[in-house]
């Protein structure tokens, strides 16, 4: 396990999937990442690449063959390798095997780094094409919060408000596919008290249009919370499970999205994939600032 921390953070992240482990705040024992539980996800905060969602029938084609890979790809179940790690960052990177050639046909370098900067902790990713033919790809975060942040306090009683607040389209989902042929919209021009149902049909989709914006879970009687802050991207999923309600909350910031309803399968045809030319880096970041 790792640990970076400052004065007011302390965190902790696993060289398997690069994934994070714990974020607490200094003099409070408060855990604020959700811990896994494999009656309800498992996981904690996975590193969504080379896919964000599922792919229809778990497979696409390129170049005319088929390949097969699981929701939210291969990334989250790798080790990396850590190249730096001082006091209070650290830096992991992944990079193309003769196994994810099998799975995913580009050689690719991902490189996460996670950085404390007062009560923030800044996620970035380098995403690097070594290769001479274009590489494509999706990629997203997952964090997963404990909700509610308090013993005493239901999870129907914490709030969900993004700033600047407004009326936010959506993307719904018909199954695990996007169907961005009928979005709707989500009002959020003040804090929406989250509950189970609001997840019967998977994650909220909110449509960013690549705008900065803070999304925020809020315990009011506590006061307990985090701030997700997002740039650049051009969705945020907010997920739980359903119908099991754990009592987590993902904000999930996305630059890609799973297969359309309507997808052909054709990887050079699926929605929101960065072509990235060779010698060329990717940059994406965001932050986590519990409170």
Known sequence: MITIQNDQLTVQIKQAGAELHSIKRSGNFHEYLWQGDAASWGRQAPILFPFVGRLKNNQYTFN??????????????????VVKHLADQVTLRLTDTSATRKVYPFRFILTVNYRLVGGQLLVSYHVTNPDQQLLLYALGAHPGFNVPFSSDVAFENVDLSVSPAGVYPRIKLVGPYNDMQHPTTIDIREKHQLNHQDFAEDALILVTNYQPLTVSLTEPSSGHGVHVNVDQTPFVGVWSPYPQKANLVCIEPWWGIADNVRADGDLCHKNVMHRLASGHTDKYQFSIEPF
Request: glycine letters at 12%; proline letters at 0%.
């Open 64 to 81: 005319g063959q088929t390949y097969h890979q699981t929701q939210h790809g291969f990334a989250r179940d790798c080790q990396f390798v």
